[in-house]
């Protein structure tokens, strides 16, 4: 392959970072404000609570399913952590609910997991009936905010450390790296791609596919209670209204990031790509002034966009590998031609 | 050959023109890279039951999709009573009279039986209504006279494969009133109730004088059926005969043709005899799934090559997906080495060192939107399971080596495999399953789809490469495939193994004939 295709691939999968930059670039010339220390520290804190969840989305997206229910998870999980550290068990180890939290995330991937990968629910209909499910129990729970929280439950999400950074933030970036770190290195990461991509095949291939699919609902709870916890910490207390409809922000980022709807394709370092973008398109129309439905119905509209992106993605990189074909037979050919012209005039 | 061509051979002039009802004249289609049909001449006269048999891919069902107006010819003319057509539409052929019923029936399987029967056309009143009485009522009086005994309410998803293809038959026989019907391989998953039944409902249509087109692959069936039968091979019409001058014996070697590759049967006789076939490594007793196969016991050596032939629907495919644990046996016991093993999925086969290549190398075979090199190391990586990390720079050689020791044509390693060509994907999986270091390597039909050189070149994959370090099972319907580098032939029929066959007795006819049942 020739440097310049390579180039041209480089660019057309990772666009959503070009995009990016070519957004802030623009932002921080026509919006006031935008570009400075405390407001680019202020985008990515808002971010790191959305981008675990477009990473849970992306994860189970990329394995050829999806899970509705983690905007619930980011609710139900925390709630369980916070009413045994404040209701249940006032005097416990305070490292134990947020223990608790995690696991609670994790049961629900498991169990969701377990429903789609051996009953054979299909993922739909069962993350959908978890989503009401445990938006139901929330509510029930915690009919109001429960604030007071131990420190231990909101230093992940309300603390800053060096240089005023929020631990939030490193929460993101230390996740993502771990994640593109598994994906790029590990055997795990590379039978989960390949079960996203093809689950007929890898199951034959001896993937154990059950157990892939079972780890990605298992990761998508796992996020999502990180998700819940993040926010938590951030607003100081667990409300049950919390993660609301987040859910389709989530497909959104993910999908910008270049993940496919049917799987088995997209990088972390794109799906990071897509939170920090959503994220960044929030604080521009805020600070802008935009009527906050509006900037709603932005969000919706960025849907789209990434859909038809991904559209024209798709049929480009076809085309440019196209062109490299006909280029290749066209050289071998062309050589051919001209030796036959010269054996014909010998 | 030629004493073969009797007196029984038909003449075109000898069929009065008024009795030929569909002509066709050299008809020839092209595909790329493939002829499948070349300058074909078929005639088939009003009131008969024309048979049409030959190997898979001697262009069976491209002719009858000529016919039908599904596909168009290169070149060639089609005549249907007196009326010429260069190109026939599927609307056309349905004016004409022309119906097909294919190998998988074409139902809507939500829709009762009756509804299917009338659909599309429902006897819409003058505003658009269906009077479902009406329709109600025809059904009754159809289904006393044809001696159907299913319900008619029943939902069209919850028959048999056999009772659709019924259903269907008798939607084109009594409602459709076509005066030629196609029937493609209708017939390969019935059981003899049904086909008797079948046979039953086109002998009467044919004294009513409409005209049939049975294409089958079961020499039996075409004998006890059809009144001439037309014989192709390798997309050349053999000849036309009347079935009463022929026997099992004529047929199939008019099928089979003479022998092409008699130097390299011999070949492997030598190769045979020089191998050293001491260490069992697989052992297959009563091995048995319901409704597919039953009994099925051999033993498989390393280094040997054993070939499993049988028609479609014989059982091949569900036997190596049994062994390496797609499908759980009903009954019987699988020993690798001296060890009994129970399968459970093919993970576990793999960790036992059984490897699976896929029949539809598309589906079952290869992740398209991930890179040759990545395709090419799955199931190693599956298999060793201590490897956590992948080391990308010893990847990155076993990749180069796979790739130059099955010499396959990429511009890159990070190449999509989407973009392949059929041989070089399936270069792909045998290298992927290579890479793994099996020990037992069951091989559906690796050969399917491939041109010439293609199939040559993954055969000696087989033979070179792949029995240096193990033992293989390898299926294909082209028997020539399988004598080319197999030391034992195993024949399947409906589900067992009817005979064995060894280099010194390989004979393309004989297998044909075993195949069939003989």
Known sequence: MEKSLKIKLFCLDNIIWFILCGFVLICSMFVPHFSSYKNIINILYHSSVLSMLVLAEGLTLMSGHFDLSIESTLAFAPAIGALIATKWLPGIHPIIPIFITFLVGAGIGLFNGVCVAKVKINPFLQTLSMLIILRGIVLFLIPFSISDLPESFIFLGGSRIVMNIPVAVFVMFIIYFLFRFVFRRTRYGRLFIATGGNKEASFIAGVNTEKVIISAFILSGLLAAMSGVLVTGRQNAVTNAMGTNWVLLAFAGAVLGGVSLSGGKGTIMGILGGALFLGTIDNVLTLAGLNVFLVYATKGFLIFIAIVLDQFKTKFRSSILRKEELKIIKKKFGFEKQTNKIQSEL | ?518
């Open chain 2, 1 to 518: 050959m030629n004493e073969l061509k009797s007196e029984f051979e038909v003449n075109k002039n000898n069929i009065r023109e008024n009795d030929v009802i569909l002509r066709l004249e050299n008809i020839t289609k092209v595909y790329p890279g493939t002829i499948a049909l070349y300058k074909v001449n078929l005639s088939i006269k009003r009131g008969e039951i024309h048979g049409i048999i030959g190997k898979n891919g001697a262009g069976k069902s491209t002719l009858v999709n000529i016919i039908s107006g599904i596909i168009s010819p290169t070149e060639g003319d089609i005549f249907i009573k007196k009326r010429k057509y260069k190109t026939l539409l599927t609307s056309q052929a349905k004016r004409e009279g022309i119906s097909i019923i294919t190998q998988t029936p074409q139902v809507i399987p939500d829709y009762s039986i009756v509804e299917n029967l009338f659909y599309p056309n429902f006897m819409e009143s003058r505003i658009g209504l269906i009077n479902w009485n009406k329709i109600n009522c025809e059904a009754k009086k159809l289904k006393d006279t044809v001696g159907f005994n299913i319900s008619l309410e029943a939902r069209m998803s919850d028959l048999s494969i056999s009772q659709q293809q019924i259903v269907l038959i008798i939607k084109t026989f009594y409602l459709e009133n076509s005066q030629i019907v196609i029937l493609d391989e209708v017939s390969s998953s019935f059981l003899k109730k049904d086909q008797d039944y079948l046979f039953k409902i086109i002998k009467k249509h044919k004294s009513e004088g409409k005209s049939i087109i049975y294409i089958s692959h079961r020499i039996d069936e075409i004998l006890e059926v059809c009144d001439r039968v037309t014989i192709l091979r390798n997309g050349e019409k053999v000849a036309t005969r009347y079935v009463s001058s022929l026997n099992k014996e004529i047929l199939s070697s008019l099928i089979v043709g003479t022998k092409k590759y008699k130097k390299d049967y011999l070949n492997r006789v030598t190769i045979y005899n020089k191998k050293n076939l001491k260490e069992k490594i697989l052992t297959v007793k009563n091995l048995t799934l319901y409704g597919s196969f039953k009994n099925i016991s051999f033993e498989l050596y390393k280094g040997e090559i054993v070939g499993i032939a049988g028609l479609m629907g014989s059982g091949r495919t569900e036997i190596l997906k049994t062994i390496c644990g797609v499908y759980q046996p009903g009954s019987g016991e699988l020993k690798i080495r001296n060890e009994h093993v129970y399968i459970k999925n093919p993970s576990q086969a793999l960790n036992k060192g059984i490897i699976y290549l896929p029949e539809d190398r598309d589906k079952e075979g290869l992740i398209s939107l991930l890179s040759v090199r990545k395709n090419l190391n799955l199931s190693f990586l599956a298999r060793n399971k201590k490897n956590k990390l992948i080391n990308l720079k010893k990847e990155g050689q076993l990749t180069e080596e796979l790739i130059g020791e099955l010499d396959i044509a990429i511009t890159s390693s990070e190449q999509e495999t989407n973009d392949l060509s059929g041989g070089n994907k399936q270069k792909v999986v045998l290298g992927r399953i290579l890479a793994a270091k099996p020990i037992i390597y069951l091989l559906d039909e690796p050969t399917k789809g491939l041109d010439i050189s293609a199939k040559r070149s993954i055969l000696k994959i087989v033979q070179e490469n792949l029995s240096k370090s193990g033992g293989i099972l390898i299926t294909s319907p082209e028997i020539d495939d399988l004598m080319l580098v197999c030391d034992r032939i195993l024949v399947l029929f409906n589900g067992e193994i009817i005979n064995t066959f060894i280099p010194k007795e390989y004979n393309e006819k004989d297998i044909y004939l075993a195949m069939q049942g003989n």
